[in-house]
């Protein structure tokens, strides 16, 4: 049985039809690199609300459930706007490298943000990659993070 400390949980993974060929990409890296998704759709792409893909992943996220996820619209603006609507959420919209690194060392970003209609698959891949081998350096980003949550 697994230890549930020890435990990785799936990636949660939703986008609206603007990101739905690049989550089909990223859900594939996922398995490749040895993760389990957790997939809430959209599964086609016929036009749909991206606050309801958001919701979804921000309740799974926030459930425990799954510990990141990753969300997909064509720019990732409007997803990253609803995610970060709910509290506990850290939802960061990254288009290189560097910010999806950041946003994990510093931000401690649970959710990775990023527009279907923006990125190269190329770039979208490097940026999920980078996100998902960082982790939170805590120290005096902690006292901010715990400043934000207190936000409301
Ligand atoms: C859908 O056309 C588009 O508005 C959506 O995918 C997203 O870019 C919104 O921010």
Same mark, same amino acid.
Request: hydrophobic residues 45%.
């Given at each position: 049985? =697994? ?10 993974? &939703? ?14 890296? @996922?398995?490749?690199?040895?993760? %389990? ?7 086609? %792409? ?5 606050? =309801?893909?958001?919701?979804?992943? &921000? ?7 799954? %510990?990141?996820? @990753?969300? @997909? ?8 706007? &609803? ?12 288009? =290189? /490298? ?12 649970? @959710? ?21 081998? /960082? ?14 949550? &207190?936000l409301g």
């Open positions: 049985m =697994d230890d549930p400390q020890t435990k990785v949980l799936p990636i949660a993974l &939703a986008s609206d039809h603007g990101g739905f060929r690049l989550k089909s990409l990223i859900s594939a890296e @996922v398995k490749r690199l040895g993760l %389990e998704v957790f997939d809430l759709g959209v599964f086609d %792409e016929l036009s749909a609300d991206y606050p =309801d893909q958001a919701k979804l992943l &921000a309740e799974r996220v926030l459930s425990g459930n799954s %510990e990141k996820g @990753v969300l @997909v619209c064509g720019t990732g603006i409007g997803m990253s706007i &609803a995610a970060n609507r709910f509290k506990g959420i850290r939802a960061a919209l990254c288009h =290189d /490298e560097y910010t999806a690194r950041m946003s994990r060392l510093h931000n401690n970003a649970n @959710v990775l943000v990023l527009g279907g209609r923006v990125l190269g698959d190329a770039a979208a891949l490097g940026i999920l990659n980078v996100w998902l081998s /960082e982790d939170f350096e805590g120290g005096r980003h902690l006292t901010r993070i715990n400043k934000l949550e &207190a």
